[in-house]
């Protein structure tokens, strides 16, 4: 022996100094340098070197306490085994262990070393059941190292014990801890439209340990075709991300047809975000989703409703530092971009510049608390530079796109104070300076050629300046209505705060000019170089107004339903009540803004979320749908004419009362959908081993496999309903009313089903439906997807294994909607 054995065993160990055997029985452990054995009974012949380990038998004949070999990272489970000391080799029978996500089991495996293993009738499968798995891969003779790779013999597929025709004559598995690179494999589909097909299938390079790239591709037998690059990257207490790039070409028809067609559209989307402890003065992150406006619409490749049903895309990328100076000053860079997939118009700013220094208290002493008008004077500094561009799907990132790019930098100086008046009332006033800064302004003037008036861009520095000024008071109204302790509602509390706002900002007309609107030498038409500026431009009128805002809260006090519980319970009866208008004081007529009503509420835990609003006119109006200066009570109506309104209800619920069972879509919220599955749930064709239903399944379902029947089934549902109504000119019609209805259940511990389907009752007619089945098979997942009717009509089935090391073992058929390219 090299090393001292270390030993033990619970009920004894028996010494035979004739034969030179150690016999340990009971929970036999014995240690020798790396090598750990554990096992009903161990056999030490240390004439010969070895040890000798299997299972013992209980009281009713069953055999327990499996040998555990372990040596280094490896660990082997047998029935029995045989072990060398001195030469390392050893005999397993029915060994057991598991490498990645392979669990393997062999009739007998032959250890030559540390790193090499000899397998007979080896069993391959990712069940977690190792000895009942429901599919598995019998090799006849295999070779074993540990950690690096398996190569094998003739192998065939085995299904609950029933040999396929799956089978290779040799193979090589890779077996490694880390990242390694390979193909993927495709899948084989076909399409009405554009022939047969391979999809997803590519390269997979495992770059590093801090990133990797996947490049995929679609090709179908019409000339379609689809590129996609994914990769992920991420350092540790530093960084993370990931980015996407999809194109696609897309070929409609045949030649020579009428309707053949051909496109191009892309998706690119990045996101990247900065741990905050790397750095806590500096910020960068990233958010970005743009791409064709079409994109969505007409994917070969992903099906994602929620997104085709979106009418927008957005992006940002910023970066923000934190100067910890006196003032402190912070400084944001950031690129934003808008795109409506409707109109195909595209709003970016390339870049936003903004600066902004903290607040400066010039009568303040250095210690102590502010008070009084003088104490809490206060000014800051502002700064805001845009590149704005406003464009089209079709000139995007063209020369045209820059040429017609507007810049302007903003200054703000705001100069404010607070005080109190008699204790209750909070009174504030603010000094606003204004000054704004272009490159470029407009001249109009009259084109006898065109006969018309044109605008011509002045390149050139130019400014305006403007100041306003702004004061309010408000104060806080605390009511109670009591109705007993012994009343189920004990109480009810209203709060009010109301504020009055008075603003003023005068005329800056010196900063406009006139121009001879029709050739015949009149300059009486006004204008201001300024108009069309990213910033705006000065004002001619002046503004004087006052504002009125009324907001109220509404909470109740009732017996709590525990007896034990000694205080009352608070339930929020109304979260908001608010009424705002505005009165101007320079108008001529129609001083009066309408009335603006809004509030909201939750209910039922907290769970149902309700929201309301309406604008009410105190003026009424002619024949022709004009405001006119007449109360709308003087003529023949009630006090407010309501114009418009409209009320919105969320209510999420699930048999999981009291815990969060929110269903996250991810993807289909960043492709620009809802993060619920109100609109079906994302389809992504490239990875279809992901769960339709988002589910984090933490195996607590997985001694409940036979169990057909639950007493509680797991469920959830989701809500959402609005109404909006319009009378702005008499026509008193509903002009939306539609509910949507988003259901998921387990009808046994395996079976998943869900819908998301809706009514609109203007149009009278079903919204978006998809329906959705899923079936956990343990180490295989199926699922089915369909929507029945509409332009998204489309099924899929999918079943394959879940371990990514055996996910190119699949069944994917689907029939994607034929659509034409829009």
């Not at 704004?436 to 065109?450: A, E, F, G, S």
């Amino acid at each position: 022996m090299e090393s001292k054995i270390k030993r033990k065993a619970v009920d004894y160990e028996k010494f035979d100094q004739k034969k030179k055997l150690i016999t340990l029985y009971n929970k036999a452990e014995v240690y020798y340098q790396d090598i750990e054995l554990k096992s009903g009974i161990i056999v030490i012949d240390y004439d010969k070197s070895e040890v000798y380990a299997g299972r013992i038998k209980d009281s009713t004949g069953a055999y327990i306490q499996r040998p555990v070999f372990k040596q280094g990272n490896n660990i082997v489970e047998p029935d029995s085994i045989r072990f060398n000391f001195k030469t390392k080799k050893a005999l397993v029978w029915n060994s057991r262990t598991n490498q990645s996500e392979f669990y393997i089991k062999a009739e007998v495996t032959k250890r030559e070393n540390d790193s090499v293993y000899f397998m007979k009738g080896a069993r391959f499968t990712t069940s977690k059941d190792i000895d009942d798995p429901e599919y598995y891969f019998l090799a006849r003779k295999v070779k074993f190292v540990p950690g690096k790779k398996v190569v094998v013999g003739f192998t065939n597929m085995y299904i609950a014990d029933v040999p396929t025709p799956l089978a290779l004559p040799f193979a090589f598995f890779p077996m490694s801890e880390t990242s390694r690179s390979g193909l993927i494999i495709p899948s084989y589909n076909d399409s009405n439209t554009r022939g047969f097909s391979l999809q997803n299938g590519g390269y997979y390079f495992a770059l590093s340990d801090n990133y990797d790239l996947a490049v995929l591709g679609d090709y179908y037998t019409n000339g379609s075709y689809g590129i996609r690059f994914e990769s992920s990257y991420a350092k540790k207490y530093k960084f993370q991300g990931n980015i996407n790039v999809r194109f696609e070409n897309l070929i409609n028809s045949e030649r020579g047809y009428p309707d053949y067609s051909r496109t191009n559209i892309y998706n690119i989307q990045w996101t990247h975000a900065k741990d905050a402890k790397s750095n806590p003065n500096s910020r960068f992150s990233a958010s970005v989703n743009l791409g064709s406006s079409k994109y969505y619409v007409n994917s070969i490749n992903q099906v994602n409703v929620g997104s085709r049903l979106n009418n927008s895309l957005s992006s940002s990328i910023s970066y923000s530092k934190t100067f910890n100076s006196v003032p402190q000053v912070n400084l944001t860079l950031a690129a934003t971009h808008s795109q409506n997939t409707n109109t195909e118009e595209i709003n970016m700013t390339l870049p936003t510049l903004q600066l902004s220094v903290d607040r400066l208290f010039p009568f303040a002493p250095k210690d102590g608390v502010k008070k009084g008008f003088f104490k809490n004077i206060n000014f800051q500094y502002n700064l805001r530079g845009e590149n704005r561009i406003t464009t089209t799907d079709s000139l995007f990132f063209k020369a045209e796109m820059f040429r017609d790019a507007k810049a302007g930098l903003q200054h703000t100086i705001p100069l404010s104070t607070n005080f109190k008046i008699a204790k209750h009332f909070s009174a504030t006033t603010t000094l606003n300076y204004n000054e704004v800064w272009y490159m470029k302004t407009i001249r109009k003037q009259y084109n006898p050629t065109l006969n018309r008036v044109v605008d011509t861009e002045i390149n050139g520095f130019d400014a305006f300046r403007t100041y306003s000024f702004s004061a309010g008071l408000g104060t806080t109204i605390y009511g109670m209505f009591n109705f007993g302790e012994k009343k189920k509602i004990q109480a009810i509390r209203h709060v009010m705060r109301p504020n009055i706002s008075y603003s003023y900002t005068p005329s800056f007309e010196r900063y406009y000019d006139t121009y001879d609107s029709d050739g015949t030498g009149q300059m009486i038409k006004e204008y201001t170089r300024f108009d069309g500026g990213i910033f705006g431009a000065p004002g001619k009128n002046m503004s004087n107004n006052i504002g009125i805002n009324l907001s109220n809260t509404f909470e109740a006090k009732v017996t709590d339903k525990d007896s034990t519980k000694t205080e009352p319970k608070k339930i929020m009866l109304l979260n908001n009540l608010n009424f705002s208008t505005n009165y101007d004081i320079t108008a001529d007529s129609l001083k009066w803004s309408p009335v603006r009503l809004s509030g909201g509420t939750q209910l039922f835990k907290q769970k149902m979320n309700v929201n309301f609003a309406a604008t009410l006119d105190p003026y009424a109006i002619n024949n022709s749908g004009q405001r006119i200066n007449t109360w709308n009570i003087d003529n023949g109506g009630s006090i407010f004419r309501m114009t418009s309104a409209n009320m919105t209800l969320n209510y999420s619920f699930s048999s999981k009362d009291g815990e969060n069972q929110e269903r996250k879509n991810k993807q289909g919220e960043r492709n620009g959908g809802r993060e619920d599955d109100l609109f079906g749930t994302n389809t992504d064709l490239s990875d279809r081993r992901e769960s339709q239903f988002t589910d984090d399944d933490d195996g607590s379902q997985e001694d409940a496999v036979s169990e057909f029947f639950k007493y509680k089934l797991p469920w959830d549902m989701t809500l959402a309903y609005s109404l909006t109504y319009s009378n702005n000119n008499r026509e008193k019609k509903i002009t939306g009313n539609s509910l949507m209805v988003s259901m998921n259940t387990d009808l046994t511990p395996k079976w998943k089903v869900g819908v998301s389907t809706g009514y609109d009752f203007v149009n009278k007619g079903v919204t978006f439906t998809q329906f959705r089945f899923e079936r956990d098979l343990l180490s295989w997942r199926m699922d089915f997807n369909w929507v029945p009717f509409g332009d998204n009509a489309y099924w899929g089935f999918f079943i394959g294994i879940k371990a990514g090391v055996l996910s190119d073992i699949k069944y994917d058929r689907r029939n994607q909607p034929d659509r034409a390219i829009r």
